[in-house]
């Protein structure tokens, strides 16, 4: 069972700030899911990565598939980027999606 | 389209009891899931149907039930509520199952056992 680890667990940062948030895993993958879940408790989807790096206006997601590593980077974070987000990891060949417990972030203006 | 829909958002039920909660999408997806969201753990999976009238376990399937008889529907059973099911429980659906593609989530329904 793959193993999903998310680092920090709590993270607040003053309005304007670059954010990085970690997320590691124990067994090889075909996909990693980035997911922000907000203080009313919908779920929506910002990234699914393969390999390499995505962006998405101030968004970034990078995977390195040979260190197990996963960073999401938010610039220039605004109070509406507060929220959890969760990491989540797919085994080759599995149906099955594995939960990192996620990082909560609060951004303070 | 509505995405993926559940209801009811809320719900109360004493021990014993069972209940359904239901779960549709209008985009067509083959993969449907359910999963529980509980303090301090990431979201689990219960059950999986990866097209109709096929379902499978997940990580903690004791006592939930499934059924996929359309593509659109995947409800799901509590046979007789205990206070450990308390939980958030959120339906999610994607294009696929072995391939990954983009997952989509419902509302989520907040569901008390007391």
């Known amino acids: 069972k793959n193993e999903v680890e998310q680092s920090p667990q709590n993270l607040t940062a003053q309005e304007g700030e670059f954010i990085t948030i970690n997320c590691s895993y124990s067994?090889?993958?075909?996909?990693l899911h980035w997911l922000q879940q907000h203080p009313g408790g919908g779920i929506v989807s910002l990234f699914m990565?393969?390999?390499g790096k995505k962006k998405h206006g101030r968004l970034i997601a990078k995977i390195n598939i040979q260190e197990k590593h996963s960073s999401l980077h938010i610039t220039a974070s605004h109070p509406r980027d507060s929220a959890v987000y969760i990491c989540?990891?797919?085994?080759?060949?599995?149906?099955?999606?594995?939960f990192g417990k996620g990082t909560k972030l609060s951004v303070i203006p | 389209n509505a995405g993926v829909t559940q209801t009811p958002k809320f719900q109360v039920l004493k021990t014993g009891q069972s209940m359904t909660l239901q779960c549709a999408q209008d985009?067509?997806?083959?993969?449907m899931s359910w999963y529980r969201q509980d303090p301090g753990m990431g979201l689990r999976l219960i059950h999986y149907?990866?097209?109709?009238?096929?379902?499978d376990q997940g990580e903690v399937p004791n006592g939930y039930n499934v059924s996929r008889s359309t593509t659109e529907d995947f409800p799901l059973r509590l046979l007789s509520a205990a206070p450990s099911q308390t939980s958030v429980y959120f339906c999610?659906?994607?294009?696929?199952?072995?391939?990954?593609?983009?997952?989509?989530f419902g509302p989520g329904t907040r569901l008390t056992v007391t």
């Open positions: 999610a659906s994607s294009y696929g199952g072995q391939s990954s593609y983009e997952q989509y």
């Open positions: 067994v090889g993958i075909s996909a």
């Open positions: 990565l393969s390999s």
């Open positions: 989540a990891v797919k085994g080759a060949g599995s149906y099955q999606l594995t």
């Open positions: 985009m067509n997806h083959e993969y």
């Open positions: 149907s990866v097209g109709a009238g096929i379902t």
